[in-house]
């Protein structure tokens, strides 16, 4: 299985792709890479700036705490970036909850107490076995947090399915009947729309009006059949919302 399916709040399906095992190798060299130059530049500011003329036990203390960023990295940079590091921004992956939304706090916590188990005790074999072993391609942490790794862009965008954003907050319905379209009617007047778009072909739109007021027994309220058939949609998806 190297996808998943995740349902929006609007009830659409999308379909992404699970992050495989290089993506997680890469984001992991890519991420201890930005580390290391970290722990470079820290190096340098405390032994060759004025902080490295400190006591040995201030000194200690202080690299103590200035370090304390490189252990809660990962913590960190996936609860404000979003399931993210720089390394999996990179690669274009992320860390969402298996019911398609972000990630809690918790979920990211369990993630990160279990990279003791993952990686750091294991030397990283057992994240590697259970990646590649998994139907899900999770770690033993995303199996207890109930989190994936999934690329960023899905393989269906929301423009190839019937949603049909409206921005309005207090929308009006004009055509009440497309509630008694499918989804199948409504998925093909959006690419009609699509193929209008692209071609120019006007002809082909007015043919899609003429077909939906036969079947819904309406008249358009539009003076162009683009408009009307834009209308459809948001009155089909505003209707399904409402369900």
């Known amino acids: 299985m190297n996808t998943i399916s995740i349902t929006t709040s609007q009830n659409i399906e999308l379909e992404y792709d699970l992050g495989s095992l290089g993506d997680r190798i890469i984001a992991r060299i890519l991420d201890f890479i930005v580390l290391f130059a970290y722990g470079i530049i820290i190096f340098v500011i405390v032994e060759y700036g004025n902080l490295g003329r400190a006591e040995d036990g201030d000194r200690w203390l202080l690299i103590l705490l200035v370090a304390l960023p490189v252990v809660f990295y990962d913590l960190l940079s996936e609860i404000f970036l979003n399931g993210q590091s720089a390394g999996k921004k990179i690669m274009g992956i992320k860390v969402i909850s298996l019911d398609g939304n972000q990630a809690s706090f918790s979920q990211y916590l369990i993630r990160?107490?279990?990279?003791?188990?993952?990686?750091?005790?294991?030397?990283?074999?057992?994240?590697?076995?259970?990646?590649a072993v998994t139907e899900r391609k999770q770690r033993l942490g995303d199996l207890v947090a109930g989190t994936v790794l999934v690329k960023t862009k899905p393989r269906i965008q929301m423009s190839d399915t019937i949603f049909h954003a409206i921005h309005e907050d207090d929308y009006q319905v004009i055509y009440p009947e497309v509630i008694n379209l499918r989804d199948q009617d409504i998925q093909l007047i959006k690419e009609i729309l699509k193929s209008v778009t692209e071609s120019g072909n006007s002809i082909l739109a007015f043919q899609a009006q003429q077909k939906v007021e036969?079947?819904?027994?309406?008249?358009?309220?539009?003076?162009?059949?683009?408009?009307?058939?834009?209308?459809?949609?948001?009155?089909?998806?505003?209707?399904?919302s409402k369900l």
Do not use: C, E, P
């Open 112 to 131: 990160w107490l279990f990279r003791i188990v993952d990686f750091s005790l294991s030397g990283s074999v057992v994240a590697l076995i259970m990646v």
């Open 214 to 240: 036969q079947v819904l027994n309406i008249h358009s309220q539009h003076t162009d059949s683009k408009s009307f058939l834009n209308t459809v949609l948001a009155d089909y998806n505003y209707l399904t």
